[in-house]
């Protein structure tokens, strides 16, 4: 970072690996790099700048591949997922704190998730890969930033996550603590004086 004067980005590849090649049990690897602009003579420039998510950063020729990359974007026991720049999830700065990597992780996940009916994109990928690997996390729906601004819908969403009150309880005045109101008795200010 001293050496380098202008703004460095992060460049991040996520990859999924089986445990065990009879196991359907996958675990999660982040691989980091800098982005490191391409030479104009490089050969097959294009390939490292169409936005394709199977295709290895640049600047993961400079140096050795790890080798659980060397075996290819879809093979048996490991898929890897370049995350690409989207005019909604640019490339981090450096440095970088864990909280705003997360949210950046969960801005490349979303934007897969809303490219799940585009065939032509290779976006969909990574939503379609932690939808398969990890099937009892998946989300209820998967909501845009448009869907905040009706409120009936939102009011839903609370609903299925809180549960309906109990209308009986409401109706004797004990409000949601029916199952406490037994145990304790309420202050009432004409009992103290």
Known sequence: ?????????????????????????????????????IPPNTPNQFKYTNG?????????????????????????????????VTTTTPL??????????????????DDSRRALNDSSSGL???AKMVDGFYPADQPISVLGADDFGDRSLLRRGVK???GKANKSTNA?????????????TPFRLDDWG
């Open 1 to 37: 970072m001293a050496v380098n004067k202008s703004e460095m980005k992060l460049r991040t590849v996520v990859q999924f690996v089986r445990v065990h090649h009879s196991s359907m049990e996958w675990r999660c690897i982040l691989y980091l790099s800098i982005e490191y602009p």
């Open 52 to 84: 394709d998510v199977s295709t290895l950063p640049w600047s993961y020729t400079l140096l050795p591949l790890p080798e659980l990359l060397c075996d290819g974007p879809d093979s048996h026991m490991a898929k890897y997922y370049n995350i690409p």
């Open 92 to 109: 981090p700065s450096v440095p970088i704190n864990l909280p705003n990597l997360a949210m950046y992780l969960q801005s490349a996940l």
């Open 124 to 126: 969909r990928k990574l």
């Open 160 to 162: 299925k996550v809180f």
């Open 172 to 184: 004797r005045g004990r409000g949601g603590n029916a199952d406490t109101y037994e145990l304790v």
